[in-house]
């Protein structure tokens, strides 16, 4: 059974999550939050994350702000470039 948060307004946010148009917003951007804190753990700039996913600085900027998908294969770069266990689960 899933709980709501104690707090009025993160139930608001928690009921919101609950559409699937907002799911995959939300999805999005925490992918590219990821990505940007890798990308900065390893000291890196976005152009040169760029250079070795063999794409544009401005598709990396896109992919951290979640304006643009990632495809798989690019994810399974991602995770071979920052050392990461890339795990995809259907729920």
């Not at 699937?20 to 390893?42: F, I, S, T, V």
């Not at 070795?52 to 992919?63: D, E, G, I």
């Amino acid at each position: 059974m899933n709980k709501l948060p104690k707090f009025a307004d993160e139930q608001l946010l928690a009921l919101d999550l609950m559409t699937p148009r907002a799911l995959l917003a939300y999805e999005k951007l925490y992918l590219g939050k990821q990505l940007r804190l890798l990308r900065k753990k390893a000291g890196m700039k976005q152009s040169d994350l760029a250079k070795r996913l063999k794409t544009s600085q401005s598709a990396v900027a896109r992919m951290e702000s979640g304006k643009q998908n990632m495809t798989l294969q690019i994810m399974v770069s991602l995770s071979f470039l920052f050392g990461k266990k890339l795990v995809v689960k259907f729920v």
